[in-house]
């Protein structure tokens, strides 16, 4: 009998030997998951609280009729100062707009001078190397718009393609790389803000502004016996998502669900719509 259970036995404290050793490991894993210093959950969770606490959202915005412009009165009006207002009234928060020229806006978030981009920013791979985007609310097809007088000999988006041919650009945008792709012939012409490539085409300086949709349409319907837009279809989709600060996963998850909860209640696109898919706003806003 001896013999027997002795087996058995060993077999029972080999047995409560793995349960302990698991127990401990269990709680030592605990203990440090429920660690509040140094955890990227607790710097999150800290960082989106300071914002809440603050009473404010600092929102970074660049000047792109119909994103964002000054109306006649120079107040900011347009497509992304609503979203933002109505994204800071759902955090019970005041919010605070910074106009930035574009290639400003990335160092600004990085440097804490703003909370948030909302400026109908591209989603690129390049970019979420530096910021964390949230999901996509919005999208936009980038176009061209021509100066008639300099290009009414030209018949096809190849005949663009030349070294006499200047394409102008706002830099650090999605549109400059789709532009050095397309026109890689062309001479590449940089501008800080839309309204200075803008002038430059109506005044003839440049042969093409190739800028996100609805831009090229307005600035033609402005000017229709000087800018024409030659493309029925987009060069290019792109998708905006807001972009914050890298390691804040508690703000990246109630902005994404905020996107959400305002694409299922239709707010988002009606809102879209309004500023994109009507002239309503124009004598309302415009100078």
């Known amino acids: 009998m001896i013999f027997e259970t002795f087996p058995f036995k060993r077999n029972i404290m080999m047995n409560l030997k793995k349960y302990f050793v698991l127990l401990f490991l269990s709680l030592f894993f605990v203990t440090i998951s429920n660690q509040p210093a140094g955890s990227a959950e607790s710097v999150s ?72 981009i909302v400026a109908g920013m591209a989603i690129t791979p390049q970019r979420a190397l530096k910021i ?70 109506v005044a003839g300086k440049i ?24 493309l029925s279809r987009p060069l290019l989709i792109t998708k905006a998502g807001f972009a914050i600060q890298k390691g804040d996963a508690d703000f990246l998850n109630f902005i994404n669900s905020w996107i959400i909860a305002r694409e299922s209640d239709t707010w988002l696109s009606s809102t879209h719509n309004y500023w994109f898919k009507s002239l309503k706003w124009r004598n309302k806003f415009l100078k």
């Open 207 to 230: 042969h093409v502004y190739m800028e996100s949709k609805p831009i090229p349409q307005f600035i033609a319907l402005a000017h229709p016996d000087k800018v024409d837009v030659p």
């Open 45 to 116: 969770s800290s960082k989106f609280q300071s914002i809440l606490k603050s009473g404010k959202l600092r929102v970074g915005v660049a000047l792109f009729t119909p994103w964002v412009f000054e109306d006649k009165n120079e107040d900011l009006v347009g497509f992304e100062i609503d979203v933002a207002e109505k994204l800071a009234n759902d955090m019970g928060l005041k919010p605070q707009f910074s106009p930035y020229d574009w290639d400003k806006l990335i160092p600004a978030l990085l440097d804490d001078k703003i909370d948030i």
């Open 132 to 201: 964390n985007f949230s999901q996509p609310y919005a999208t936009a097809g980038i176009n061209i718009a021509t100066n008639i007088s300099l290009t009414k000999d030209i018949d096809g988006l190849e005949e663009l393609n030349q070294e006499k041919m200047k394409i102008g650009v706002v830099s650090e945008t999605v549109t400059e790389g789709l532009a050095q792709r397309i026109f890689n012939k062309a001479s590449l012409v940089k501008y800080k803000t839309s309204k200075e490539v803008e002038n430059d085409l």
